[in-house]
C-alpha cells in the first residue's frame, strides 16, 4: 500500500515543494529523469509531473495527493480537493492595461479583447462586475499579447511586477491570490488517509513552526509581568534565574509577522541580548 503524491516535475513549484517534503524529514530526491521516485522513511511514492496535469491526477485517482499552484486548482474549478494552503509562490492573478489606457474601472474592459491562460477566473470576475469581454486564451506569452494586436488587456500571474512593467503594462485589477496548496483525492481508503495523516501531521509542524520564531531575552526581574504579556508564547514564557543577580533569561516563540515591533517593545522594557532563531519543527 503506497501513497503516491504528484509534484512539480520542473518549475517555479519544485525546488519549494521539495524543501518543504524534506523538511517533512522525507528524503526526497530531485527528479533527475525519473518520474517516480519511492520515498524511504514512509509508504509514499513522489510522482513528477507538468503542473496542468496534476489536477487530473487526484480528481481521477491516478495520484492521492498534489502539490500546485491554487491558480490551477481554481481555473479547473476542483477547489474542493484543497486540504492545506503552503504558504509559499504567492502570486496574483491580475488584469493588466496598456500603460496609456485611460482604465476606469472593470466597466473598461466591456467589449474588450482579454488575453489570459485563466479563462474560468476570468470570466467569473467579469461576471461578477457585469462586464461581457472577448476571451482569448492563450497559454503563453500573455503579456505581449496587447504590444502585437491580439488583445486590448492581459490577464496574466504577478509577482514582482517587472513582466507586466518591461511590456508596457499597468495591473489595474487582482482577479486571483494565489499560493501553492496540497490537494487530496476525494476517494482515498482508510488505509491510503492513515498514511496521509501521518505526512499531513508533519506538514502542519513545520508549517506552524515557519511563521514562529524562537526568542530569547535577559529581563530585569522587575519587568518580567510586562515582558510575560508580550510574549505569551505557546503557553506560557519559560523564566529561569541569571546568575547576574536580579536578573532572569526568558524563552518564548513569537510570530514572524511584526515580530520586530514585539523586539521594540522588548528594548523599552530593558530587555538585552535578544536572540532570535528560526524553528525547524512545532508539535503543540
Ligand atoms: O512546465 P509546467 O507546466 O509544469 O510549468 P508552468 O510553466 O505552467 O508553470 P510555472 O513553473 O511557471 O509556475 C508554476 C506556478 O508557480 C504557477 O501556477 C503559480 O502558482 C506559481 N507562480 C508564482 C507563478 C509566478 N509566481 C509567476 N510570476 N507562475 C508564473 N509566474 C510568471 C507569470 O506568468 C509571468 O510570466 O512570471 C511572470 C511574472 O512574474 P513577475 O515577477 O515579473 O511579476
Ligand atoms: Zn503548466
Known amino acids: 500500500m503506497t501513497v503516491r503524491m504528484a509534484i512539480q516535475k520542473s518549475g517555479r513549484l519544485t525546488d519549494e515543494s521539495i524543501a518543504l517534503l524534506r523538511a517533512c ?6 527528479p533527475s529523469g525519473r518520474l517516480r521516485v519511492p520515498v524511504p522513511e514512509v509508504p509514499l511514492e513522489i510522482l513528477y ?3 496542468d496535469d496534476i489536477v487530473d491526477y487526484v480528481q481521477s485517482g491516478v495520484a492521492d495527493v498534489g502539490l500546485l499552484g491554487a491558480n490551477v486548482v481554481h481555473e479547473a474549478n476542483a477547489t474542493p480537493l484543497i486540504v492545506r494552503h503552503l504558504g509559499f509562490a504567492r502570486c496574483r492573478l491580475s488584469i493588466a492595461v496598456p500603460r496609456e489606457a485611460d482604465y476606469d474601472g472593470p466597466s473598461w474592459l466591456h467589449g ?13 470576475f467579469l461576471d461578477h462586475h457585469a462586464v ?4 482569448h486564451r492563450i ?5 505581449i499579447a496587447p504590444a502585437i494586436g491580439l488583445a486590448d488587456a492581459v490577464c496574466d500571474l504577478v ?13 489595474v485589477e487582482t482577479v486571483f491570490e ?18 496521509i495523516d501521518r505526512v499531513l501531521f508533519r506538514l502542519d509542524s513545520v508549517l506552524r513552526a515557519q511563521r514562529l520564531r524562537y526568542i530569547l531575552l535577559n529581563v530585569p526581574n522587575a519587568k518580567l509581568d510586562a515582558v510575560s504579556a508580550i510574549l505569551p508564547g505557546l503557553s506560557s514564557p519559560t523564566i529561569m534565574p541569571l546568575a547576574r543577580p536580579g536578573w532572569s533569561s526568558v524563552h518564548s516563540v513569537i510570530r514572524v509577522d511584526g515580530y520586530w515591533d ?23
Open 139 to 143: 497559454s503563453g506569452s500573455v503579456e
Open 178 to 195: 494565489s499560493e501553492a496548496v496540497l490537494i487530496a483525492s476525494p476517494s482515498i481508503d482508510t488505509e491510503r488517509q492513515a498514511i
Open 112 to 124: 474588450k479583447r482579454i488575453a489570459t491562460s485563466y479563462p474560468t477566473l476570468v470570466r467569473s
Open 132 to 135: 461581457e469581454s472577448d476571451l
Open 262 to 284: 514585539v523586539i521594540d517593545q522588548l528594548a523599552l522594557l530593558g530587555a538585552e541580548g535578544i536572540l532570535v532563531t528560526p524553528i525547524e519543527t512545532v508539535v503543540p
Open 49 to 51: 509531473l507538468r503542473d
Open 159 to 171: 509577482s514582482s511586477g517587472a513582466t507586466l512593467l518591461s511590456n508596457g503594462l499597468r495591473e
Open 25 to 30: 524529514g522525507l528524503s526526497i530526491a530531485a
